[in-house]
């Protein structure tokens, strides 16, 4: 047997999260969604790439399932197309949500930054100033907490459907990376010029708090895209049944007080 017939035959085995990665690491050898974009146009004609996996987890399932029953082959490439397409999903938000919490964490970061430096280039210096610093100080701790959570999310959705694979495209790890850093040393500047002037120190944060907005934001992503993958392949109903309980769930969770004096809203 030739080896491009060894690696078919491979190839006509690997699982859907097998499929996933593998697509994955095509797409991340771009380096940043733009480039493989790009590359998918170039293509004559264009093929979409959940098209291709779709096909062959078909392809997958029906070739494991040769010679059984009917039934048990249709269900088979269901199954097989339900975690193909969920898994494709998923990596979609994960950069998806990447991008619009990078977006809106350097905004934030510059107006915060800003009030920080106004404060303490004030001359007359009263209990109105410490306290507006210190709200500061507490928001920026608060920014702190949300990107660990999401990171700690996308981690953990990562090692539970990807195999620990990171489904971030390279230029959106090292703008990830850029802003936590950027976001850790304005939080230890505030907490320093608070210190300086004497501030009160903050409250001891809930130790459970972290925990629990790192569950909400791995049913952020995976939920939704459960969602959408059900909804692609044609099981309407099971997927507004899934959306609107992760709705439903959102709701109670910001109806809960103890969640919003932990939580910062966007």
């Known amino acids: ?68 029953r009917p039934e048990l082959v249709e269900a088979a490439v269901r199954s097989a197309l339900r975690e193909t397409v969920f898994r494709f999903e998923l990596v979609m938000r994960i950069n998806v949500a990447a991008h619009e919490l990078l977006d809106r964490e350097g905004l934030i970061d510059a107006a915060l930054s800003a009030h920080v430096a106004l404060l303490t280039s004030e001359e007359k210096r009263d209990a109105l100033c410490a306290e507006r610093l210190a709200r500061l100080r507490d928001l920026l701790a608060a920014r702190v907490v949300e990107l660990r959570a999401a990171q700690e999310a996308r981690m953990l959705a990562e090692e539970r459907y990807l195999d620990g694979h990171a489904a971030l495209f390279p230029d959106v790890a090292r703008a990830w990376d850029e802003q936590v850093r950027s976001t850790d040393i304005i939080a230890d500047m505030a907490v320093r010029l608070a210190e300086i002037d004497g501030v009160p120190p903050a409250a001891p944060p809930d130790p459970e708090a972290p925990s629990r907005r790192t569950a909400e934001l791995v049913a952020d992503l995976a939920e939704p895209a459960k969602a959408e993958a059900l909804d692609k392949l044609g099981e309407g109903r099971q997927a507004l049944g899934i959306a609107a309980g992760w709705v439903r769930n959102k709701f109670a969770v910001a109806a809960t007080p103890e969640t919003q004096t932990t939580t910062l809203q966007p």
Request: aromatic share 4%.
């Open 1 to 68: 047997m030739t080896l491009s017939r060894r690696v078919a035959k491979v190839e006509e085995t690997l699982s859907p999260t097998q499929l996933v990665l593998r697509w994955l690491a095509e797409a991340h050898a771009f380096g940043d969604v733009p480039a493989y974009v790009t590359s998918l146009l170039a293509q004559d004609p264009p093929v979409a790439p959940l098209d291709h996996l779709a096909r062959e987890a078909v392809h997958g399932a029906r070739t494991a399932m040769r010679g059984k």
